[in-house]
């Protein structure tokens, strides 16, 4: 049983039939999403809505590629031959060729169990705005999670089956949510194969619908809270630690008394407003306790042995802190607030 093809379209043009068409005729059973492109763009979905093997499902509104695509899971899951592997989702501007969409759902066919991502080449002859979305992505992505990806932002991906329903628990609903699978699948062991494909630009990609600076805003929103939070949480521990020790001179007081006080409100930040974690507070607590520890271990040590060496201790206590940032964000994303089933992606 070949996987079920997902275009969700948002205002698409009339070669959507004729991609659709083909696709048909090589015997593939698709899904289009009309997220409510609205009266002037219906001929085109009736038109899809006539081939062979082709299902239309409609919003009223305008929801997001995200929810686009989870609104083609769900019909999926309940409705697909339980013997098909999963879906291959593609774009509906023209980006991906009949071929690259085959080859991606033979990919998926023979590694049922992996995320299977169409890697563009970005080397040349690609916009600006892509490119740029694409290398940022890249960036944040290999910093946070410690995967590398070649392309990151593919709307071609061969998704199995087991990994859809996880998907479906998201609240990432727009173009935030392609980033977000990539983080559930590195979450949960999901292996990720690339299938290079052809890199298609249609008029400059002018048809598509990303905005390259509102949407890679609510991409990295969650990085730039945790950068917020993480600035509070440093200042409130800076000035514990200085307190502390202009008042009793000991480092290692000092620190331990300033790692429980600004720990213990980064902690509570963290959960309620950064990661939105909806699990219970004590087995979560518990990591960030072993965290804090540990983080408590590296930051004295650090301190000590750049006072060892000359610097001021306020100094070193500042170095200490902008070490531990970037550590601390990956380790907190993965490990403390990491369940799926608690991730809130509103980035």
């Not at 068409?21 to 979905?45: C, P, R, W």
């Not at 329903?165 to 998201?170: G, P």
């Not at 042995?305 to 170095?319: D, E, H, Q």
């Amino acid at each position: 049983m070949k996987p079920y093809i997902i275009i969700p379209a948002y205002k698409p043009d009339p070669a959507l039939v004729s991609l659709v068409k083909e696709l048909s005729m090589h015997g593939l059973s698709l899904i289009i999403v009309n997220d409510g492109s609205g009266l002037a763009y219906q001929t085109i979905f009736e038109d899809c809505q006539q081939i062979d093997n082709v299902t239309v499902l409609q919003h009223a509104v305008n929801l997001g590629k995200g929810q686009a695509l989870k609104t083609a899971f769900n019909y999926f899951l309940n409705n697909a031959p339980t013997d098909c592997k999963g879906v291959v989702t593609a774009d509906a501007d023209g980006q991906h060729l009949v071929e690259d969409i085959i080859n991606v759902s033979t990919e998926l066919n023979l590694n049922p169990n992996a995320l299977c991502l169409g890697a563009r080449n970005f080397s040349k002859g690609v916009p600006f705005r892509s490119r740029f979305g694409n290398n940022l992505t890249r960036f944040i992505f290999r910093i946070l999670i410690g995967h590398s990806l070649q392309d990151t932002q593919t709307g071609l991906r061969g998704i199995p089956r087991h990994f859809l329903k996880s998907l479906l628990k998201t609240n990432a609903n727009g173009y935030d949510f392609e980033l977000d699978m990539l983080i559930s699948a590195s979450k949960q062991k999901v292996k990720m194969l690339e299938v290079p494909i052809h890199t298609v630009y249609m008029d400059n990609n002018k048809s598509s619908h990303f905005n390259p600076l509102v949407d890679s805003l609510k991409i990295y929103f969650v990085f730039f809270r945790f950068l917020i939070f993480s600035i509070v949480s440093g200042l409130l521990d800076f000035l514990a630690f200085s307190l502390a020790f202009f008042v009793f001179g000991q480092v290692l007081f000092s620190e331990t008394l300033a790692r429980i006080f600004s720990g213990t409100c980064n902690f509570l930040l963290n959960k309620e407003l950064v990661f939105k974690s909806k699990e219970r507070i004590l087995p979560e607590a518990l990591k960030y306790a072993t965290l804090c520890l540990v983080n408590l271990v590296f930051s004295y040590g650090l301190i000590s042995s750049l006072v060892f060496l000359g610097a001021n201790v306020y100094a070193s206590k500042l170095i200490a802190l902008t070490g531990l940032f970037i550590a601390n964000f990956a380790i907190q994303k993965v490990l403390v607030f990491g369940k799926e089933e608690g991730y809130s992606a509103s980035i």
